[in-house]
């Protein structure tokens, strides 16, 4: 019985990668310096497969920064601002393309579906030259091959692609993106040609966009395809490798019939339906690629549930037609168990990272031939046991309050515009009130503060005083500024869920846990394991001494449960609503001790609630109702004249303005300011929105400093459309990653234009 791996991480289990990419990017180290760490890396991981016995490795699945990106290169689709002559595109064009030169500004980049790595978006339009001008596939190839390995080489399918892309500036109401098929396949022809030349037996497409929500003629794009591909590839098996979700129907009937494709992908794991659309009709003599083993998350397999799915999977396709697969990449987990040093055994036996999960697929298809390792199974039938019956997982105080939420609504009894006349009676605060997002600049001797803290190289007293001290410059910066409504600048955090989690009951950390989100940059999400509860307040202290510094009312600053939950590794063991609930109860906790102790701003960040979006349209309105249910359980609780805001760190949410509305919070500042127009549209399109509402009037990604006349020209964009009583002046985002020399005279702009306004009012 065969096994095979989607893909794998490339960032190397201490971030290795990462950091011969930054010192390479730096000109700390060579072009031969960077080549020789990736492919060191490379080799290991072709190595690591091959002893755990895999059949299928995958090569091609390296990428420097981006493997949609590699795809542009693979076509020669480089846009022609930047200067590229042809030829095989080098580091230069390739890292300018990704991230920026002196001159020129990056390409796009955006969410791959819902996870949370990026890929840089393909610009594409009639005049686009294909060429074939990267063979890293082949090379891949060949350098496995040169190891002994002989690998499955991975390609994004050409419809895929095509559908990920933008069309270029200029063409994008008149171009239609797929009618580049043919020259693009031209060049996957010569790709082919090139793979089967060096010896490949099998190569596989990627095509997850085959999981959304695709029309007649986006699925009609993907027979034509493999039809014109289908000589090129006679004498391959491929596979069609889909993930993320099920297939729908319709989807299932086009992939199942492509031309030429011998093999088909799919995720089992999140593909709820998938089993039903295999036992209702599977091609005959084709492969199926079952994804039973979860390349999303960090949980170990439940080998026996897994061996009985495949073994009725066995009786449809039959035993040599079977072959136990990851559900995606492994790209989007850990990188190997083997370097926590910190996390307790018990904890430890409940998870797999891309390492281990290697060795459970492989596990998997020897089982299912007849050879189950015996020690294997019973360690991870026992390690499954214990997680279920663990009071580390199992409180049944949370559990009752949570059930008991589902069901009613949780909606604070006064509505919105009276709670903001009870609210401006007591904040009594000037037209367009201004305030900032949360976070102040982070310096250097902050974090040193914070490491020797948590080292215990220096006492509490200390570290209290050193963040007491912060608080109070941030406080008289900003009444020296005159901001409106202040904040305490959050020094005392290195990462606004870590920060929460650490206080959670529920949540363990690791310490090489790291996920790439993009390019070099990783996440390393909190693992959510437990029934989360909140032992004891977290941020009183820290809000209590901000308030006392200042009479201008201080904003609460808080994490919300949806975003907490789509940061972290989820348990998979509930719903996710459930955990939802469970850590909105914790922070609904917070913000009662937080008015307790006179607070009467309070913010709620809701910064990834678009996230956790799915990826077909059919499950949306379910998310979306139980995540701003989460979000209202957390302040249905407070007074009238305590406000409750909350911040988005994205502007595209016409879809789900209706959801935004429903979420209810007094306050709501968002990130605008590269995206004006599309933000305002809607409530130029006649939304109404009765609550406060502030559209970041500065881009704080950028070191400019905005103008104040610029500032100014925004605010009255806005007051176009949005009653005066209701906007609000702010930044974009929090300033953490910004320096007091940017933060300063862009706060005094900003101010300055909110008074130049007032006057005009
Ligand atoms: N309050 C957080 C900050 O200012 C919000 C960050 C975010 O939205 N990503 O840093
Ligand atoms: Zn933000």
Same mark, same amino acid.
Request: charged residues 25%; aromatic residues 8%.
């Given at each position: ?15 290795? =990668? ?69 030829g ?72 895929s ?79 069609v ?25 799919f ?62 990449? =492994? ?9 926590e040093t910190?996390?307790?055994n018990e ?22 031939s ?6 294997f ?18 409180n ?49 001797e ?9 080292? @215990? ?30 904040v ?28 790439q ?24 202290f ?23 939950l789509?940061?972290s590794?989820?348990?998979?063991d ?18 009662e ?25 059919s ?18 609780g ?10 988005m760190?994205?502007?595209?949410? @016409? ?18 300011s ?57 930044p974009d ?9 940017e ?6 702009n ?10 005009? =009012?």
């Open positions: 019985m065969a096994s095979h791996i989607v893909g794998y991480p490339r960032m190397g289990p201490k971030r290795e =990668l990462k950091f011969a990419l930054e010192s390479f990017w730096d000109g700390k180290s060579s072009a031969d310096d960077l080549k020789k760490v990736a492919a060191d890396l490379r080799s290991s991981i072709w190595k690591q497969m091959a002893d755990a016995g895999i059949k299928y490795i995958p090569s091609n699945t390296f990428a420097y920064y981006d493997q949609v990106l590699d795809t542009t290169a693979m076509l020669g689709a480089v846009p022609p601002r930047y200067g590229w002559k042809g095989e595109i080098g580091f230069d064009t390739y890292f300018s393309m990704a991230r920026g030169n002196a001159t020129l500004p990056a390409m796009e980049m955006t969410k791959w579906f819902d996870t949370n790595y990026h890929f840089i978006v393909p610009e594409l339009g009639p005049d686009v030259k294909f060429s074939y001008a990267s063979h890293k596939a082949v090379d891949e190839y060949k350098e496995a091959k040169s190891l002994g390995i002989d690998t499955v080489p991975i390609l994004i399918g050409p419809v692609y095509l559908l990920l892309s933008k069309p270029a500036k200029g063409v994008e109401k008149t171009f239609s993106l797929l009618s580049l098929l043919p020259k693009i396949l031209a060049i996957y022809k010569e790709v082919v040609a090139d793979l089967k030349a060096a010896g490949a037996s099998w190569i596989q497409f990627d095509e997850p966009t085959l999981v959304k929500d695709l029309d007649s003629r986006q699925l009609q794009a993907f027979t034509a395809a493999y039809s014109e591909l289908e000589s090129s590839l006679s004498g391959l098996n491929v596979l490798q889909t993930y993320f979700a099920d297939v729908p129907a319709e989807a299932y009937k086009t992939l199942t019939s492509l031309k030429g494709v011998t093999a088909f992908g995720d089992l794991v999140r593909g709820t339906k998938t089993l039903d659309l295999i036992k209702g009709g599977f091609p005959k003599g084709k492969h199926l690629f079952a994804g039973l083993v979860d390349g999303r998350n960090i949980w170990a397999n439940d080998l026996a549930d897994s061996l009985s799915t495949l073994q009725a999977l066995e009786g449809i396709v039959g035993k040599d037609k079977l072959v136990v697969s990851t559900s995606c990449s =492994l790209l989007h987990t850990a990188v190997d168990l083997v370097n910190k996390l307790d904890i430890k036996s409940w998870l797999a990272f891309a390492a281990q999960k290697v060795v459970e697929v492989h596990a998997l298809a020897k089982a299912l007849g050879q189950r390792d015996e020690a199974f019973s360690a991870n039938a026992a390690a499954q046991a214990s997680r279920k019956s663990s009071p580390r997982v199992n049944e105080a949370v559990q009752k309050a949570a059930a008991a939420l589902k069901g009613s609504e949780h909606r604070r009894a006064t509505n919105v515009s009276a709670r903001l006349d009870a609210q401006q009676k007591k904040l009594n605060l000037p037209i367009l009130p201004t305030t900032t997002i949360g976070s102040f600049p982070q310096t250097v902050l974090r040193r503060i914070r490491r020797e803290y948590k080292a @215990n190289k220096i006492s509490e007293e200390e570290y209290v005083k050193a963040i007491t001290e912060e608080i109070s410059k941030v406080v008289k910066l900003q009444e020296e500024l005159d901001i409106d409504v202040l305490h600048g959050e020094p005392e955090r290195n990462d606004m869920v870590e920060y929460f989690g650490e206080q959670l009951s529920g949540f363990a950390f690791t310490v090489n846990g790291w996920v989100s993009y390019g070099s940059r990783c996440v390393k999400p909190p693992i959510i394991y437990g029934d989360v509860s909140r032992p004891k307040p977290m941020t009183v820290w809000s209590s001494k901000a308030q006392s510094l200042t009479k201008r009312p201080m904003k609460g600053m808080l994490t919300g449960p949806v975003t907490i789509n940061w590794f989820v348990r998979n509930q719903p996710r609503f459930e955990t939802c609930y469970q850590i909105a109860l914790a922070i609904k906790d917070e913000v001790d937080l008015e307790k102790a006179g607070i009467t701003v309070i913010q709620i960040d809701e910064a990834a609630l678009r996230e956790g979006l799915p990826l077909r349209k499950e949306e309105a379910f998310y979306l109702d139980w995540a701003v249910h989460s979000f209202r359980i957390t302040n249905v407070v007074q009238d004249t305590t406000q409750i805001h909350t911040h760190c994205y502007s595209n949410f @016409n879809d789900i303005i209706h959801s935004i509305i429903d979420m209810d919070a007094d306050v709501i500042t968002i990130e605008n590269r995206s004006d127009e599309k933000l305002l549209s809607v409530f130029r399109e006649g939304v109404k929105y009765g609550a406060g509402i502030g559209p970041g009037v500065y881009d704080i990604h950028s070191p400019r400093i905005p103008p104040t006349e610029e500032i100014a020209d925004r605010i009255n964009k806005m007051l176009a459309v949005l009653e005066q009583n209701i906007l609000w002046i702010n985002c929090g300033l953490k990653t910004r320096k007091y020399a933060v300063n005279p862009a706060l005094t900003m101010v300055a234009a909110a008074k130049l306004l007032r006057t005009q =009012l």
